[in-house]
T-cell receptor, first 111, second 116 residues
Framework: QKEVEQNSGPLSVPEGAIASLNCTYS??????FFWYRQYSGKSPELIMS????GDKEDGRFTAQLNKASQYVSLLIRDSQPSDSATYLC???????????FGTGTRLQVTL | NAGVMQNPRHLVRRRGQEARLRCSPV?????VYWYRQLPEEGLKFMVY????????ESGMPKERFSAEFPKEGPSILRIQQVVRGDSAAYFC??????????????FGAGSRLTVL
C-alpha cells in the first residue's frame, strides 16, 4: 500500500465548476498535510496546509481533513483554465521533517 | 529573488560521468531537502540536511549518491558514475525550521538531469 494515494486523473471539470481532489494516507501519526500545485515542467508551489480536522478555506480553495478516515481533500471553486495543473498531496508524520508526496492528480479545466 | 536557487537548470551527462547539483536555500532558511521526480511520478524524498549535518538520508540510494550542506555555500547533491536511470528532475526545498508542523517547504525550480 502506498503511503499517500491519489487518483492520477486526469480530472476534467468545466470552467466555473467545483473541482474535488482527494488523497488518502496510511500513517496514522501523520500530523501535517499540504497541497502543492505543479505546472508541467515547473516546481511545486504550496497551495494549502492543514493540521487539524475540519475545513480550512483560502479564497477559492478549501482543504478538508478527516484524520479518523485518513483522508484529505482539496476543493477548488469556480475553476479556471489557469487551475489546470497537477495537484500533489503531501503528508508529514510525527516529528519527521520530510514530506511524503502522492503521485499527484492532473486537473484539466475545460472552456 | 529570495527564493530557492538551483543550478544548473539542465544538465546532460554521459553514463559514467559525475553530476553535481547545487542549491541555495531561501535566505534565513537553514534546512534543505532534496527530492527526485521521475517522469510521470511523484516527488520522492532523498535527503534532509541542516547546516553541516545530514539529518535524514533514508531516501538516498546507498551507492553513488551523496549530499552536503557546508557552513558556507550552497547544498550540493552529487551523483557519481551516472546511469540512465538517474535521469530525472531533482528539486531542492528549504524551510526555516524542521520541526513537525513547521514543514512549509519552498521549492526551487529544479535541475533536470539527462543521462545519455
Amino acid at each position: 500500500q502506498k503511503e499517500v494515494e491519489q487518483n492520477s486523473g486526469p480530472l476534467s471539470v468545466p470552467e466555473g465548476a467545483i473541482a474535488s481532489l482527494n488523497c488518502t494516507y496510511s500513517d496514522r501519526v501523520s500530523q501535517s498535510f499540504f497541497w502543492y500545485r505543479q505546472y508541467s515542467g515547473k516546481s511545486p508551489e504550496l497551495i494549502m496546509s492543514i493540521y487539524s480536522n475540519g475545513d480550512k478555506e483560502d479564497g477559492r480553495f478549501t482543504a478538508q481533513l478527516n484524520k479518523a478516515s485518513q483522508y484529505v481533500s482539496l476543493l477548488i471553486r469556480d475553476s479556471q483554465p489557469s487551475d489546470s495543473a497537477t495537484y500533489l498531496c503531501a503528508v508529514s508524520s510525527g516529528t519527521a521533517s520530510k514530506l511524503t508526496f502522492g503521485t499527484g492528480t492532473r486537473l484539466q479545466v475545460t472552456l | 529573488n529570495a527564493g530557492v536557487m538551483q543550478n544548473p537548470r539542465h544538465l546532460v551527462r554521459r553514463r559514467g560521468q559525475e553530476a553535481r547539483l547545487r542549491c541555495s536555500p531561501v535566505k534565513g532558511h537553514s534546512h534543505v531537502y532534496w527530492y527526485r521526480q521521475l517522469p510521470e511520478e511523484g516527488l520522492k524524498f532523498m535527503v534532509y540536511l541542516q547546516k553541516e549535518n545530514i539529518i535524514d538520508e533514508s531516501g538516498m540510494p546507498k551507492e553513488r549518491f551523496s549530499a552536503e550542506f557546508p557552513k558556507e555555500g550552497p547544498s550540493i547533491l552529487r551523483i557519481q558514475q551516472v546511469v540512465r536511470g538517474d535521469s530525472a528532475a531533482y528539486f531542492c526545498a528549504s524551510s526555516r525550521s524542521g520541526g513537525s508542523g513547521a514543514n512549509v517547504l519552498t521549492f526551487g525550480a529544479g535541475s533536470r538531469l539527462t543521462v545519455l
